[in-house]
């Protein structure tokens, strides 16, 4: 059981708007950094979102982030098919004192 | 800059294990390596973190004590050794670079952005 947590999947045709939700605590997202990844199939992840709504360059204004109290979302917009991944949601939980991602969520591009 | 990760091992229980991820393009003393896990089908751990610079460490508790970081300045590598491996070890292990240079001014930057990654290391533990 993720210490964040995530739908499990979602759904959305191409050029959609989908969001997914990443949940925690005041000792993780309600106090610290919320940063988002994407995991294409046999990939490694990569960095999509830092400082809860900051995209590194190179990384399409169509991904987007945000945080409100201890729930962080990610937003993707003019869905494409090659946007089908698994996105993870993560932060540092400070009671823990580890970092700590949410269980992923599968996108599927209908 | 790139991390190049050693390749794909198979081990039988009990035996040691050390992968390593060697880092090019940028200062790598510089810079924190993060190790992240992954299990067959799984989602993503933190398992923690090392300053090559100095190779001040900080684990996760799930891992403490069963793994130790290490880091080589002179090679630009960081290591993830294991002493004795368990079948529960397989997995696919990540290094990334943590974007943020130098002293880390609270615990919360421990997980600001890892900018870069590993192709990562598949490590398999059957008798």
């Known amino acids: 059981q993720s210490v964040l947590t995530q739908p499990p999947s979602v759904s959305a045709a191409p050029g959609q708007k989908v969001t997914i939700s990443c949940s925690g605590s005041?000792?993780?997202?309600?106090?610290?950094?919320v940063c988002w990844y994407q995991q294409l199939p046999g990939t490694a992840p990569k960095l999509l979102i830092y400082?809860?709504?900051k995209r590194p360059s190179g990384i399409p204004d169509r991904f987007s982030g945000s945080k409100s109290g201890t729930s962080a979302t990610l937003g993707i917009s003019g869905l494409q098919t090659g946007d089908e991944a698994d996105y993870y949601c993560g932060t540092w939980d400070s009671s823990l004192n580890a970092g700590v991602f949410g269980g992923g969520t599968k996108l599927t591009v209908l | 800059v790139q991390l190049v990760q050693s390749g794909a091992e198979v081990k039988q229980p009990g035996e040691s294990l050390k992968i390593s991820c060697y880092g090019s393009g940028y200062s790598f003393t510089t810079y924190w390596i993060v190790w992240v896990r992954q299990m067959p089908g799984k989602g993503l751990e933190w398992m923690g973190i090392?300053?090559?610079?100095?190779?001040?460490?900080r684990y996760s508790p799930s891992f403490q004590g069963q793994v130790t970081f290490s880091a080589d300045r002179s090679k630009s590598t960081a290591y993830l050794q294991w002493s004795s491996l368990k079948a529960s070890d397989t997995a696919m292990y990540y290094c990334?670079?943590?974007?943020?240079?130098?002293?880390?001014?609270?615990?919360?930057?421990?997980?600001?952005?890892?900018?870069?990654w590993g192709k990562g290391t598949t490590v398999t533990v059957s008798s």
């Open positions: 090392i300053y090559p610079g100095d190779s001040d460490s």
């Open positions: 400082d809860n709504n």
């Open positions: 005041t000792s993780n997202i309600g106090n610290n950094y």
């Open positions: 990334a670079r943590l974007g943020v240079p130098g002293t880390i001014p609270t615990p919360a930057y421990y997980f600001y952005n890892m900018d870069v």
